[in-house]
């Protein structure tokens, strides 16, 4: 799951709203989930979370969608829709199509949903991470955040609709993925480039990013994710010839290393705004008084005020909507305590403005330390180190399609009344650029409501608020309807 660190503010419907050219729907009863639906609902998620779909040896993607693939056998869809591919025996994807009455009127929508999970310590946590655990209105489990809640209420959705014999006008595609949070075989990645055919859609909903905000248990506005910076990881290493520690020298390897990062603890990137960002911070700007309002519109204006710029990205979540980012994560260095060392290595993990190729940033960086006697190499999602690094920018804003704005707004609205629906930048990635990449849209929405301050996501004690969970699930029900019926 990509974190939101936006600065988290309320912005009007009615702003919100205009700003996606939008109107605010007539607010009508959602059809909501019955006991044996919620029932249901409920045994898929626990069956999900006690799957351990870490990258680990514990853990298999495959033995998860293959307990959803027998799911759908058993409610009888054709075993011919249910697709379980992949590149390794245990990251097999499954990709479940739920077709059309007759000729779709439209191109299919693809739900995308990561199934594997990062790795929970049962030392870490008060309760077993991979056990399913209902305690003073949670559920308890690792991915219970991240993202195995829409996983399971995605799954009951589709289950929910062919039990009820819905004739959608367009095909409708789930894809449980696997590898988003690490490993070598991402699912995503994989069926873009392998099985397109599989995943071609019209845009792409993405429930790993976005969702509702609350405050004290109130909705205060719904992020769905338009935009997000690439994740990249840089290799930075100095060398040296090494010696006995007994004899040392000025050239030294650590120290030559330590230079190059103190130069990136006081250097920022350039402060750059997208349409996405722009629309935000206008938005922010009515809501916020005083210096700092004064500011917002100091950068919005024409050029931007850059004092104001610093003077905001003291906050960092500002700071990492404002631009590019690097940062030192790791550090090795030296063979012997009684050794001048020979080589130093530090992880510098960058996340790069969307218009920006992680290659551009590397050479960015190598200019930055203008040392010759250090390298600076790519690290791939994979981990395989290279002299440069891909060219691939970050997905570009697509506009707002009605089509998905609209009912996501009108149910959110009936779900949460009153909330504001916000497009966002994300500051993390997820498996969306894979798909942005294609040319195909991706909106990241979770229909999840979270407190501001409980985001346990890769964390201890991950949990879920249970009527959160309900919520999704009207949401994603009424949700899968509307797009079907276009
Ligand atoms: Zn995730």
Redesign the pocket.
């Known amino acids: ?2 974190l939101i660190t936006f600065p988290r503010m309320l912005v009007t419907p009615a702003v919100a709203l205009l700003s996606l050219g939008l109107v605010s729907a007539a607010q009508t009863p959602l059809p909501t989930a019955s006991a044996s639906d919620r029932a249901e609902a409920r045994a898929i998620f626990k069956e999900l979370i006690e799957i351990n779909t870490t990258d680990t040896p514990k853990g298999s993607v495959t033995a998860a969608t293959e307990a959803m693939q027998k799911r759908f056998l058993d409610a009888g869809f054709p075993a011919s829709d249910l697709h379980l591919l992949g590149p390794d025996p245990r990251k097999q994807n499954l990709v479940v199509w739920y077709h059309a009455a007759g000729q779709p009127t439209e191109k299919p929508v693809l739900f995308l949903c ?1 199934i594997d999970v990062v790795q929970a310590l049962r030392s870490d946590w008060h309760t077993d991470p991979f056990e399913f655990v209902e305690k003073d209105g949670y559920y308890y489990g690792r991915g219970t955040q ?2 195995k809640e829409s996983d399971a209420a995605l799954v009951a959705t589709f289950l929910r609709l062919h039990r009820e014999g819905y004739k959608p006008k367009r095909d409708l595609i789930l894809a449980l993925t696997a590898d ?2 690490g490993g070598k075989f991402n699912g995503a990645s994989w069926l873009v480039q392998n099985h397109r055919d599989l995943v071609d859609a019209a845009f792409v909903i993405n429930p ?1 990013a976005g969702g509702i905000e609350l405050d004290d248990g109130r909705a205060m506005i719904a992020d769905v994710e338009a935009t997000e910076k690439v994740y990249s990881d840089f290799q930075v290493t100095a060398y040296d010839r090494g010696g006995h520690s007994s004899l040392p020298r000025p050239d030294n390897a650590i120290y030559e290393l330590m230079h190059a990062l103190d130069k990136l603890a006081t250097y920022s990137f350039p402060f750059e705004l997208n349409e996405v960002t722009r629309t935000y911070f206008t938005n922010l700007a009515k809501r916020e008084s005083g210096e700092t309002a004064a500011d917002i519109r100091a950068i919005l204006a024409t050029p931007p005020d850059l004092a104001a710029a610093a003077r905001l990205s003291a906050d960092p979540s500002y700071n990492s909507n404002f631009r590019t980012t690097c940062v030192a994560t790791r550090l090795s260095g030296g063979h012997a305590n009684n050794a001048l060392p020979q080589t130093a290595q530090a992880n510098v993990n960058c996340r790069i403005f969307p218009g920006h190729s992680p290659e551009e940033i590397r050479q960015q960086l190598v200019a930055l330390f203008a040392d010759p006697a250090l390298s600076v190499k790519y690290v791939s999602d994979a981990g395989v180190v290279s002299d440069t690094a891909p060219d691939r920018k970050a997905m570009a804003p697509p506009t707002p399609i009605k089509a998905v704005f609209d009912p996501l707004t009108r149910i959110t609205q009936a779900i949460w009344p009153g909330t504001p629906v916000t497009p966002v930048m994300e500051n993390g990635a ?1 498996d969306s650029i894979y798909f942005a990449q294609a040319g195909i849209p991706c909106y990241g929405y979770s229909a999840i409501a979270l407190e501001r301050d409980d985001d346990r ?1 890769h964390g201890q004690d991950e949990r879920l608020p249970i009527e959160s969970y309900w919520k999704s699930l009207d949401f994603f029900y009424s949700f899968a309807k509307a797009l079907g019926d276009e």
Request: glycine letters at 0%.
């Open positions: 799951m990509p990561h991240d993202m988003e949070e790993d997820s996501a």
